[in-house]
């Protein structure tokens, strides 16, 4: 027998084992979709979703440039809010807190089992916030503190949920924070023309001079500049 009928016969005969295999996996077309899309007229909520959260119970949260959207698996909820909210987040305990326009909150539900939105500003910081034009993008939550960023700010919400400012360490006019994030329950900040700093008791610590940080799974690939 000669090469050539060799490879033949050994085509057919591996031709007909997988086949086999193929017809004793039968297809099941029972499986549940691996997503889900609502359009507009679904949540009758005019507005841009801009940031998403899943708490402990499975609802999910989704904030808007008009507040709030609350999905339950059934039916939507809508909190309106007076800005735009930017970020959100669920913590470890179930508790949702927003970022947004010149605004730091959390959502509570009230004395009819309503959520409504509560601001975390104290007086001096509302106003010091309503004659500013800051976003607060990055909220991050470590050791069950809650830390809220945006271009020139950096507050920390402890147990209480009293606000603290952080000074952040610009060093040049321009100087802006891009983006926060948690590493192995440490606070890492990325500040523009400056590094990427780790966070510690107040205190920030150059690790290095990058551009840009990039975060995947508290994994850092780095770009040096």
Same mark, same amino acid.
């Not at 009758?44 to 609350?70: C, I, Q, R, W």
């Not at 508790?95 to 601001?119: F, M, R, V």
């Given at each position: 027998?000669?090469?050539?009928?060799?490879?033949?016969?050994?085509?057919?005969?591996?031709?007909?084992?997988?086949?086999?295999?193929?017809?004793?996996?039968?297809?099941?077309?029972?499986?549940?979709?691996?997503?889900?899309?609502?359009?507009?007229?679904?949540?009758?909520?005019?507005?841009?979703?801009?940031?998403?959260?899943?708490?402990?119970?499975?609802?999910?949260?989704?904030?808007?440039?008009?507040?709030?959207?609350?999905?339950?698996?059934?039916?939507?909820?809508?909190?309106?809010?007076?800005?735009?909210?930017?970020?959100?987040?669920? $913590? @470890? %305990?179930?508790? #949702?807190?927003?970022?947004? +326009?010149? /605004?730091?909150?959390?959502? &509570?539900?009230?004395?009819?089992? *309503?959520?409504?939105?509560?601001?975390?500003?104290?007086?001096?910081?509302?106003?010091?916030?309503?004659?500013?034009?800051?976003?607060?993008?990055?909220?991050?939550?470590?050791?069950?503190?809650?830390?809220?960023?945006?271009?020139?700010?950096?507050?920390?919400?402890?147990?209480?949920?009293?606000?603290?400012?952080?000074?952040?360490?610009?060093?040049?006019? $321009? @100087? %802006?924070?891009? #983006?926060?994030?948690?590493? +192995?329950? /440490?606070?890492?900040?990325? &500040?523009?023309?400056?590094?990427? *700093?780790?966070?510690?008791?107040?205190?920030?610590?150059?690790?290095?001079?990058?551009?840009?940080?990039?975060?995947?799974?508290?994994?850092?690939?780095?770009?040096?500049?």
């Amino acid at each position: 027998m000669n090469l050539f009928k060799v490879k033949h016969i050994l085509f057919f005969v591996f031709l007909g084992y997988f086949s086999s295999l193929f017809h004793a996996q039968p297809i099941s077309f029972d499986m549940e979709p691996l997503q889900t899309h609502y359009k507009p007229i679904d949540y009758n909520f005019p507005a841009t979703v801009l940031d998403a959260a899943e708490d402990s119970l499975g609802a999910k949260y989704f904030a808007t440039t008009s507040g709030v959207m609350v999905y339950d698996g059934r039916n939507w909820t809508k909190i309106k809010t007076n800005f735009r909210v930017l970020s959100l987040i669920s $913590d @470890s %305990k179930g508790n #949702i807190y927003l970022g947004g +326009n010149g /605004e730091i909150g959390t959502l &509570i539900t009230d004395e009819k089992g *309503y959520l409504q939105y509560k601001s975390l500003w104290d007086e001096d910081q509302q106003v010091k916030m309503n004659n500013s034009a800051e976003e607060f993008r990055s909220i991050v939550e470590i050791n069950d503190n809650i830390y809220f960023a945006s271009n020139k700010y950096l507050f920390v919400s402890n147990k209480d949920q009293s606000l603290k400012e952080i000074p952040l360490p610009f060093k040049y006019t $321009d @100087s %802006k924070c891009k #983006i926060i994030f948690n590493v +192995n329950e /440490e606070l890492f900040c990325s &500040i523009h023309k400056q590094g990427l *700093y780790v966070v510690k008791e107040g205190v920030f610590l150059l690790r290095k001079r990058i551009n840009p940080c990039l975060y995947i799974q508290t994994q850092l690939r780095i770009g040096y500049m």
